[in-house]
């Protein structure tokens, strides 16, 4: 009987160490738990734009759609010697099939109008020469002053494509500003930064300037938790 109250006093005992520990590492958790920052690292670049596509519109109106086709053929024939007069080559110019509206089935309005459809193609370039794209881009009234009618589609896209080789320089550079914000933040209140908790590289994004656009704004962003000493 008395050998069992030992063994009881002796489970009882190392239950409650086992508890105290527990306890203390809970508390030690409660109290820490907040003993860290999470800080923005931020790194930017600009750089020009090594690739350009620009789209654009062409189109004939009448009442033979058979002789349409041929016009709007003649039209982009036109339209793709004047590209490669001005020093494009085949594989930057992509022109798509006509696409023909049928105005006489689109009732309102048509009693205005003096032909009965519309043929439409759109002429993309693509090009990694920036400036010659640019510069025939300002020359595009020459194919008015030969009679081809653009259409209101217009558009210039620039890109960036070497963003490789500049991720890992930019995720370095966010990584240590992240560090420096974060060293002043606990330098304010006397203490002093631990270990990583997370860290985290961030989003990239590419973007055209405003004021700019063929100038291309990168942005990288660093999210990181220290712990607090």
Request: with cysteine; hydrophobic share 40%.
């Amino acid at each position: 009987m008395k050998d069992n109250k030992i063994i009881a006093a002796a489970i009882l005992g190392v239950c409650l160490i086992v508890f105290g520990f527990i306890l203390k590492a809970g508390i030690d958790n409660y109290i820490n738990k907040d003993r860290q920052v999470t800080v923005k690292g931020l790194s930017e670049r600009e750089v020009p734009a090594n690739k350009v596509t620009w789209s654009f519109a062409t189109y004939v109106t009448g009442n033979d759609l058979k002789g349409l086709y041929r016009e709007i053929n003649e039209t982009n024939a036109i339209v793709k010697k004047f590209l490669k007069d001005n020093g494009l080559s085949d594989a930057e110019i992509t022109i798509l099939p006509p696409e023909v509206t049928d105005l006489v089935s689109e009732s309102y309005g048509y009693s205005y109008r003096n032909f009965d459809y519309k043929l439409s193609t759109v002429i993309t370039v693509t090009s990694t020469n920036v400036e010659l794209v640019q510069g025939i881009v300002m020359k595009q009234g020459d194919l008015i002053a030969k009679g081809i009618a653009l259409g209101g589609y217009n558009s210039i896209d620039y890109d960036y494509t070497g963003f490789q080789d500049l991720k890992q320089g930019m995720i370095e550079e966010a990584v240590k500003n992240a560090r420096t914000t974060a060293d002043q933040f606990v330098a304010n209140y006397g203490s002093s930064l631990g270990k990583i908790i997370t860290a985290d590289q961030g989003t990239f994004s590419i973007s055209s300037k405003d004021d700019n656009p063929s100038m291309m704004k990168i942005r990288g962003v660093a999210t990181i938790t220290y712990a607090i000493d």
